[in-house]
């Protein structure tokens, strides 16, 4: 299984974009496809995360700002980002995890810089 995270770049302050992460390889039993961010010297945070069932769920910062989405199957995962802050720069990792014990697949990670 690889994940792959496209759409990352730079863009100004209130601007919008949009990221990827396409599937390849099959996951028994898919539980959620998320996606994370990880900020020089902080911490990597949830940032929003959809399960088999469609269910969202957001981290109170850029809740109403940002929508994840994803395709029936599952394999691909959607991060509209709009209204961007700087505090939003980072780097952006999409995740997948089983409903079955296993490791869960990480992406590479896309780059997303937002100047002021």
């Known amino acids: 299984v690889q994940l792959q995270a496209f759409g990352g770049g730079l863009v100004q302050a209130g601007g919008s974009l949009k990221l990827s992460c396409a599937r390849s390889g099959t996951i028994f039993m898919i539980k959620a496809m998320n996606w994370y961010r990880q900020a020089p010297g902080k911490q990597r945070e949830l940032v929003a995360g959809?399960?088999?069932?469609?269910?969202?769920n957001y981290v109170d910062s850029v809740r109403g700002r940002f929508t994840i989405s994803r395709d029936n199957a599952m394999k691909t995962v959607y991060l509209q980002m709009n209204s961007l802050k700087s505090g939003d720069t980072a780097v952006y990792y999409c995740?997948?995890?089983?409903?079955?014990?296993?490791?869960?697949?990480w992406g590479q990670g896309t780059q997303v810089t937002v100047s002021s």
């Open positions: 995740f997948a995890n089983s409903i079955v014990t296993g490791p869960p697949y």
């Open positions: 959809i399960d088999r069932d469609g269910i969202t």
